[in-house]
């Protein structure tokens, strides 16, 4: 299976075909839905991000709080359409990846083709199994929104389906 | 008369929550495996193994089966021979929430207002129904119920003289538009008849009982087998990537309606539907 790293870069990300199923190893940044709101409000005001969304990976979940090892008992992706409205901003920003379950809405299909970006997928409810793929893990941002709070995660081999690739191709047609 | 503390209520409430979230259903389980040898679909059948496997790991390192750990929703059927005591029961089960939900680590997703949507930090308030029912018994069921696939699910106020060709096309457009987001394959509960909110009720029950369970009406458990017959001709297959199992299980209950209606419910339970009972 293909190995993947981060940041992921866009000769990488153009190579990727959709459907195909990839191993992901680096840095990924956790972000639902009221993360979206504030990191978009950012922008929009021209503030500085709590990270660099240039060739970034960013995962649509929210964890367990972490155990007594620092780390999260269960830590899938949420769905990812509830998110779209917040995507074109961050795309244009050169958002590189993003990980997710279930179907985008057109627009965000038709920028990953014109940013040359890449939508994956990962497992949904299989997040005990995910989580065992997270080597570390601390809260970057907005932490009083607890589950919703910006994680910065290290994840090795993380396993993925590849959902539109970089020329705007879908898996669920 | 009976005492029961609601103390104990509390405890138990507390453990169930933890042992709904951890523990995958066995009829669950059991279907998934079935699913597997059945399944031709080779990226299907991979998913469907991890799917056990992430239920093996839950279930042997106490983490939750998905990160959603749901809002929770409690049954209480009481005998009418008891007599509760020591204190309140709606907050001794919330408290069980609580308690259950820091103890095992799970996602704290209750909001306390849906528009001003601050978290509570103790996934409470939970959602409590209370039946009360012959006998000195008490039982509690808890369902947390994840919201992808809650955020799927419908009602629809048939009209009377539709029938099962309507309710089965209506479930079909419901599933559709779930597709590949709800965490399929997934576990349907029905509910039929009664008033709108009756019969959404009866749906969110449904989906306590064992999916290998045959139902007790002859009329309902052809219609349960119509259904899950033509659902998993859809093709979403686990994750949406396609194959013969989108869904798992179907479950309906019914409820005398009025002349004028048929209302039908369709909860969408995703592949880790989870519940847990004891009685005291």
């Known amino acids: 299976m293909k190995k993947i790293k981060t940041p992921l870069m866009k000769s990488v990300r153009t190579k990727l075909r959709c459907g195909q199923e990839v191993l992901l190893s680096g840095t990924i940044y956790t972000a639902r839905d009221e993360a979206h709101k504030k990191l978009t409000e950012l922008i929009r005001r021209k503030k500085k991000l709590p990270f660099d969304l240039k060739d970034a990976v960013i995962y649509y979940s929210g964890p367990t709080p972490m155990r007594r090892n620092g780390l999260f008992g269960s830590c899938g992706p949420t769905t990812s359409s509830r998110m779209d409205k917040f995507t074109p901003i961050l795309l244009k920003e050169s958002l590189g990846a993003m990980i997710g379950k279930g179907r985008r809405s057109n627009r965000v299909r038709d920028l990953i083709k014109r940013e040359k970006a890449v939508y994956l997928l990962a497992i949904g409810g299989a997040g005990a199994y995910l989580a065992k793929r997270i080597k570390s893990s601390s809260v970057l941002a907005f932490k009083k929104l607890g589950p919703e709070a910006i994680y910065k995660l290290e994840v090795k081999d993380f396993p993925l389906v590849v959902g539109i690739d970089s020329s705007g191709r879908s898996v669920y047609k | ?280």
Not at chain 2, 45 to 59: D, T
Not at chain 2, 62 to 77: E, I, K, N, P
Not at chain 2, 197 to 225: G, T, V, W, Y
């Open chain 2, 1 to 280: 008369m009976r005492k029961i503390n609601v103390n104990k209520i509390k405890k138990v409430v507390s453990e169930l929550c933890i042992e709904a979230n951890v523990n995958l259903r066995r009829d669950i389980y059991k279907a998934i495996l079935k699913a597997l040898k059945k399944e031709t679909n080779r990226r299907a059948r991979s998913i469907l193994g991890i799917l056990l496997e992430n239920a093996g790991i839950a279930r042997g390192e106490s983490r939750a089966l998905c990160q959603d750990t749901g809002l929770v929703c409690v049954y209480v059927r009481i005998g009418q021979d008891v007599k509760l005591v020591g204190g309140d029961l709606k907050k001794s089960i919330d408290s069980g929430v609580k308690e259950g939900y820091k103890k095992g680590a799970l996602r704290k997703s209750v909001v306390k207002s849906p528009l001003l949507r601050v978290n509570t930090g103790t996934n409470t308030p939970s959602i409590i129904y209370t039946d009360i029912v012959k006998g000195n018994k008490l039982k509690i069921t808890v369902i947390p119920k994840g919201f992808g696939s809650e955020n799927k699910s419908k009602l629809e106020m048939l009209n009377p003289t539709q029938g099962e060709k309507d309710i089965i096309s209506f479930i079909l457009e419901v599933v559709k538009e779930a597709g590949p987001d709800a965490c399929p394959p997934y576990i349907l509960g029905i509910g039929l008849g009664g008033t709108f909110d009756k019969a959404s009720s009866l749906a969110k029950k449904a989906l306590i009982s064992p999916i290998d369970r045959q139902n007790a009406k002859k009329h309902l458990r052809k219609l349960e087998d119509a259904i899950l017959k033509e659902v998993n001709k859809l093709g979403i297959g686990p994750m949406g990537l396609g194959g013969k199992t989108t869904c798992l299980g179907v479950n309906i209950l019914e409820y005398p309606t009025h002349i004028a209606g048929l209302p039908v419910a369709v909860n969408v339970g995703c592949h880790i539907t989870r519940s847990a009972s004891r009685v005291i």
